[in-house]
């Protein structure tokens, strides 16, 4: 969820959204619910294994189905993915404080703070919408291929990408021109990436139950990873120690939800444990 999001392989919702804010010393993770918020939360809830624990639960009401969120930390603004716009959420003031529309099935946001930028994968659109971050105004559009999910930036090279579901690759976007500097044909139905800040950004293939490592700078597949026996990957978060790649997926024949993998060294030695 920052701007990274543990995703539910579960669908969309259509409901009344309802965020809980998990709170942990030294920091703070963000996590929608996907289902419908009917059930009141109850605050100062004990903290589970991990040490995070309910603070509160923000009601945000309205329709439409959600996928990705990105939080900016600077402004204390939650951007969520609405459908058809991106709403976006003060997280003291729990008030919504504007809105990015006319971005047709949008998934995700990536923001670039350093460019004043940020940048939504439209699904239905095929396309990407580049918004200027203060005033929530749309100033330009690039176009990806079909469905466009995932997307991030990359800051070793300043690069946005959008991880396209169903034509199997990513598209790479300027952010210091806003234009399509390529295209990285990839396979599969391409679902959460992550970048390191080093010049790799890693996907998770989901109907292939893997994960691929792209060069960002070069624009190409260094390294293919099967994730068997679990299934169905979907989120995926970056962490600077060993194993330095966290992934949900689905397991299918025990019911088991999270498996954990890793890079040893830069030789594409791996281990992975379910």
Partial sequence: MASQRLRS??????????FTILMAIGGFALRTQRAQADSPATPGSPAGPSGYHLV?????????????????SPTRRLFISRGTKVIVLNVDSEKIVGEIPDTPGVHGIALVADRGNGYTSNGMAGTISIFDLKTLQVIGHAQAEMNPDCIIYDPATKRVFAMNGRSGTATAVDVATGMVVGTIQIGGKLEFAVADGKGHVYVNVENKSEEVELDSKNMTVMA??????CKEPSGLAHRHETPPLICRLRQQNDGRHRCRYGQSSCDATHRRRC
Avoid: N
Wanted: charged letters at 20%; one cysteine or more; hydrophobic letters at 40%.
């Fill in 9 to 18: 392989a579960a669908s969309c919702a259509l409901c009344i959204a309802s």
């Fill in 56 to 72: 509160k639960t923000i009601k945000v009401g309205g329709e439409g189905f959600w996928d990705y969120i990105s939080f900016d």
């Fill in 224 to 229: 293919h990873w099967s994730l068997d026996p």
